[in-house]
């Protein structure tokens, strides 16, 4: 699966699960995943469909999965260490826990709150550690590292390239239109011309 199809089924997926209740930015949560399982490319994404690292707790009753990851210590650096891992059935269902997980988690409150606003940044704050609060992951370039996938795939981007014409004439089969409106949108121009009495 190419970078670019992994992106578009992740956007999706985060999308229905947003919609049935997430409390998630499907922009970030899709960057996220590209940042967490290599794009789909990772051994827990592809036999776990574990799309984000979440790892399986007491409370977690579904199935589960064992494998080696790296975790940061502030003191230690970076080790090796096993960890059990939740499985999904699909990456709708990852999307549907991550969004649970978030819900639930009281120091998540902050990322739930900026997805309710629509905030993608906002979120994306509220998943980092705290002083006295886990965060979403131990890496301490997390933010920046997410943020670049989602401005790499203009994932953040909410409004098209749109550019006014200024001192722009018209001509349409050699004749010169009075001009009222004209705009650039990516690489189209778009015109309105005046009607005026001949």
């Known amino acids: 699966m190419s970078r670019q199809t992994f992106i578009q089924r992740a956007l999706e997926a ?71 891992w939740r499985k999904y059935r699909d990456w709708r269902a990852c ?44 890496d301490p370039d997390y933010e920046e590292k997410v943020l670049s996938v989602a401005e790499f795939w203009h994932l953040l981007d909410q409004k098209p390239d749109v550019r006014p014409v200024e001192a722009a004439r018209f001509f349409l089969d050699g004749l010169e239109m009075p001009l009222e409106a004209a705009s650039i949108v990516g690489d189209k121009l778009y015109v309105r011309t005046r009607r005026g009495k001949k």
């Open 95 to 138: 999307f549907e826990d991550y969004g649970n997980l978030i819900a639930r988690l009281p120091w998540y409150a902050d990322a739930a709150e900026a997805a309710k606003r629509g905030d993608a940044r906002g979120f994306l704050r509220g998943l980092l550690a705290r002083p006295g609060e886990p965060g979403w992951a131990t």
């Open 14 to 84: 985060a999308r229905q699960a947003r919609e049935a209740g997430a409390p998630i930015v499907p922009e970030i949560a899709a960057a996220q995943a590209a940042l967490e399982s290599r794009y789909g490319r990772s051994l827990l994404a592809r036999r776990a469909n574990n799309l984000f690292g979440i790892k399986a707790g007491p409370s977690w009753d579904g199935e589960t999965i064992n494998l080696l990851t790296r975790e940061f210590d502030p003191e230690t650096g970076w080790h090796a260490v096993v960890a059990h």
